[in-house]
Every structure is written in C-alpha cells, then in structure tokens.
C-alpha cells in the first residue's frame, strides 16, 4: 500500500453507482456557482429551471431557498415557486412544480410565461385563511361567508383584468432561470410506464429533437439561445440567468457572438468551467430592463 486513495474503476461501477454519481455532480456544480454568485439570495422567490430531469438543480434550489428564507421544506411554497421545464417526464422533487414541453415551441413559452401570471394572480386573490375558516363545518353553516369570497374573486378578477397588463403590483416574474437543455442522464426511473420511458426513446429518434445527440456542441449553442430568448421576455429585471452548455467547442467563434449577446441583456457575464473541458457555464447577472426586444439582440 503506498498509501494513495485510488480511483474507483469506472468498469466496476453499477448503474445505480454512475446515477448517483452523476447527481451528485450535477448539484455540486450548481454549488459552487452560487458559493461565488449567491444566486440563491434572500431576494428570489420565484426560479424557473430549464431542462430539469432528474430534479437535482430543483431539489438543491428548494434547498438552499428554505436555508436562506429560514422556512422549513413543507413551508417553503408559501413564499417560494419552483418550475421546472423538460421534453422528458419525470415526477419533480416535492414541493415543486413541472411542465412538459419542447423547450423550441412558442406555445411553451406561452404556457411557462401563463403559469407564473397565473400564479401572481392566485397569490393576489387568495389571502391566507385562519385555521377556523379553513373548517368545512363552519364553512358548510355560513352560506353568507361564500356569497361574500366569491364577490371578492369576482370583482378581484375584473380588476385584475384591467391592470392585468403590469400595472403596479403586479409581480409574476420568476428572478432566477436556470438553464441546463442539453442530452438527458441515463434513465434512472419509470421504466415500466410509457409516459416516462417513450420520450427519452423518442428524444433520439427525432430528427426535431435529436441534435443534442448528434450535433452537441452547435445544439448547445440553440439551446443557451432559447434560454436568452425567453428571458428576455420572462426573467425580471435585475434578475439573473445561469446557462451550463454541455458541450462547446472553445475555439468556436459563435461562443463569442453569444456571449455578446448576452452582455446585451446582462449587466454582467461571467464564464466559469467547473467541470470537464468542453463543458462551460455562463453566469448572466442583473438583467438590464424587465422586457427587452428581442429582436434588437438577434439583429445588432
Ligand atoms: C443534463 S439534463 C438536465 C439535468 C438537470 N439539470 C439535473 O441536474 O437534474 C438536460 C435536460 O434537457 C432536456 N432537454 C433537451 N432538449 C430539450 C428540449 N428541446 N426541450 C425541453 N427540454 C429538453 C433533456 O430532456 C434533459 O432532461
């Protein structure tokens, strides 16, 4: 023995050993990122997550929020919302939420863009109820009590409508977006059920879908663009944006136009390459304006 730790053998390793592996990975990049940005901050609420499947940068998301909000986990919704997004389905991690979709379609983006209003007006409608209203016995004897909320939401609605177009107090916007679109990790569950198990089949088979497998690093590039693209429109201002591409080729010249556009819409834009070579984040900080053309950044 010369007293050296060795490497464990790759070949030896189980499935279930290179899952985990590649989980612990995967959050603890997402670590040190916010050890040197503090993305996780007393000020983000909101945080929308592209391309989530497993749900390791959901789940250390919900974590870090309930450490620096001092809430514990099954506290966390009621000053949290965590929204992942991926073309796989996968269950999310509990206490937060996820949508299926192709992250290129339009109508996704709708649908992203709608589920965070929908739930600023939820929040602005519904106010906290004390224990004895919550009491279905109470709530079953005061028919007047109902007649009186369903005022409330109806005229709440009618108002909203009016200024639902960003009048003052309203705040849907998510103030982190994360985006790791890439090639999905190994299946690690849902084996036995179509809903899990065809996409991640699909995803290959797909001429639409399938450059992540044979055109990683340009796909790459697509993918921090759709992330830009949405942001521009959905993350608020001063928020910021975390992109990991997966595979780039550093010598790339279209690196350098992207991360000029970025510096467009981001105060400012850090590169970081926390794991292997061909693997590079880019830490977009304090959007500049809340709705950006996204016209200008693509045409400039
Ligand atoms: C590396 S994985 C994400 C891992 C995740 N951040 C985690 O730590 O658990 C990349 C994800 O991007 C998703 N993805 C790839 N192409 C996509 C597309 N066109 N639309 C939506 N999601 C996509 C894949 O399904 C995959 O789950």
């Not at 965070?116 to 016995?137: G, H, M, V, W």
């Not at 697509?222 to 990991?244: T, W, Y």
Request: net charge negative.
């Amino acid at each position: 023995m010369d007293g050296k730790l060795k490497k464990p053998d790759s070949s030896r390793l189980t499935r279930q050993d290179k899952i985990y592996q590649v989980n612990m990975r995967s959050q603890s990049k997402l670590y040190h990122i916010n050890e040197e940005f503090q993305i996780f901050n007393r000020h983000v609420t909101k945080i929308l997550d592209l391309g989530y499947v497993p749900g390791n940068w959901l789940e250390f998301s919900k974590l870090k929020m309930c450490e620096v909000h001092g809430l514990p986990e099954d506290q966390i919704n009621s000053r949290c919302h965590f929204l992942g997004f991926d073309i796989l389905m996968s269950p999310p991690p509990p206490y937060t939420s996820s949508m299926q979709g192709n992250v290129f379609s339009k109508a996704a983006h709708k649908q992203i863009i709608d589920h965070f209003k929908e739930l600023a007006l939820r929040e602005k409608l519904i106010e906290p109820e004390t224990d004895s209203q919550n009491s279905y016995f109470v709530n079953e004897q005061t028919d007047s009590r109902i007649d009186e909320e369903l005022e409330k939401l109806e005229t709440g609605l009618r108002e909203l409508r009016i200024s639902a177009n960003e009048g003052p107090g309203w705040h849907y916007k998510p103030d982190l977006i994360l985006s790791d679109l890439s090639l999905p990790f190994i299946q690690d569950k849902g084996f036995y059920h179509n809903t899990q198990t065809k996409p991640h089949m699909r995803l290959a088979n797909n001429p639409g879908l399938n450059e992540p497998v044979f055109n990683k690093q340009k796909s790459s590039i697509d993918m921090a663009d759709v992330s830009l693209l949405l942001s521009c429109e959905l993350l608020k201002q001063h928020g910021n944006l975390v992109i990991r591409m997966a595979s780039v080729d550093l010598e790339d010249p279209e690196l350098e136009v992207l991360s000029q556009r970025l510096e467009r819409v981001f105060s400012r834009v850090e590169e970081r390459q926390p794991g292997t070579e061909d693997e590079i984040f880019f830490i977009c900080l304090d959007k500049k304006e809340d709705a950006i053309d996204k016209s200008v950044i693509f045409t400039k």
